[in-house]
């Protein structure tokens, strides 16, 4: 299996850390695809390997007994899952399922947890990851409570936008109302409002972006705190 060579990581943790740190996990890391719907790490159950993404979005999501699910938080070549390793614990009640196809590193959550021992710099490094990703976590209860549909939507296409290149979205109108939390009616009514605005395009299956500005204005508070949070921990 092919080992990750620091400088042409496309996962931005993985770029940055100092060299000292990547090392460490070098031997551990394997590249492996990321299919549409598979899940990373399944609910209450034992969390076997973390992954750097490097292309694609993975979605972080919170599921009710009665399989009630909202999406939390967005993970693409910003970041890892596997958040739970970093703060020593072995399983979460969330889910980790693969939004958007690509790439990944993973290497055992055994391995990870060692080369934490080893460097606390290290651990240092990705703890403020992890504060980053609770941000975001935060802002998406936020956004949830207190905005309307069409400033939600316009933030997670925001979202998505930022881990991908170009401005094709993979998706479709169930899987954004299940990330959304809200019924396909209303939500197929909020994208038909952009796309009439010209703001997004729609094929079966997918969204193009046609004006990331539009997007933003429409926002407006609900994005770009976590987006601000992310730069100052990360790369602060």
């Given at each position: 299996m092919p080992k990750p060579i620091q400088d042409q990581c496309r996962n931005h943790l993985l770029s940055i850390l100092i060299p000292d740190d990547f090392a460490l996990l070098t031997t551990h890391l394997d590249i492996g695809p990321l299919a549409v719907?598979?899940?990373?790490?399944?609910?209450?159950?034992?969390?076997?390997?973390?992954?750097?993404?490097?292309?694609?979005?993975?979605s972080i999501i919170a599921a009710s007994a009665d399989a009630g699910q909202i999406e939390l938080g967005l993970v693409g070549r910003e970041g890892m899952v596997g958040v739970p390793v970093l703060l020593d614990a072995s399983r979460t009640p969330d889910e980790g399922r693969v939004q958007m196809a690509g790439m990944a590193w993973?290497?055992?959550?055994?391995?990870?947890r060692a080369a934490?021992?080893?460097?606390?710099?290290?651990?240092?490094?990705?703890?403020?990851?992890?504060?980053?990703?609770?941000?975001?976590?935060?802002?998406?209860?936020?956004?949830?409570?207190?905005?309307?549909?069409?400033?939600?939507?316009?933030?997670w296409l925001l979202m998505c936008h930022d881990r991908v290149d170009g401005d094709l979205l993979p998706t479709t109108?169930?899987?954004?109302?299940?990330?959304?939390?809200?019924?396909?009616?209303?939500?197929?009514?909020?994208?038909?409002?952009l796309e009439r605005a010209g703001v997004i395009g729609t094929r079966r299956g997918t969204i193009t972006v046609r004006s990331r500005e539009a997007l933003l204005k429409l926002a407006g508070n609900s994005y770009g705190m976590a987006e601000a949070e992310y730069v100052r921990l990360v790369d602060g």
């Open positions: 719907g598979e899940v990373l790490i399944a609910a209450n159950t034992l969390i076997p390997r973390v992954w750097f993404v490097e292309q694609g979005i993975v993973s290497m055992p959550a055994d391995s990870l934490l021992i080893d460097s606390p710099r290290l651990h240092r490094s990705l703890l403020r990851y992890a504060q980053a990703a609770n941000v975001q976590v935060a802002s998406t209860t936020l956004a949830n409570a207190r905005y309307k549909l069409e400033q939600r939507l316009a933030r109108h169930r899987f954004l109302s299940l990330m959304l939390g809200v019924n396909r009616t209303g939500l197929t009514t909020a994208v038909a409002a």
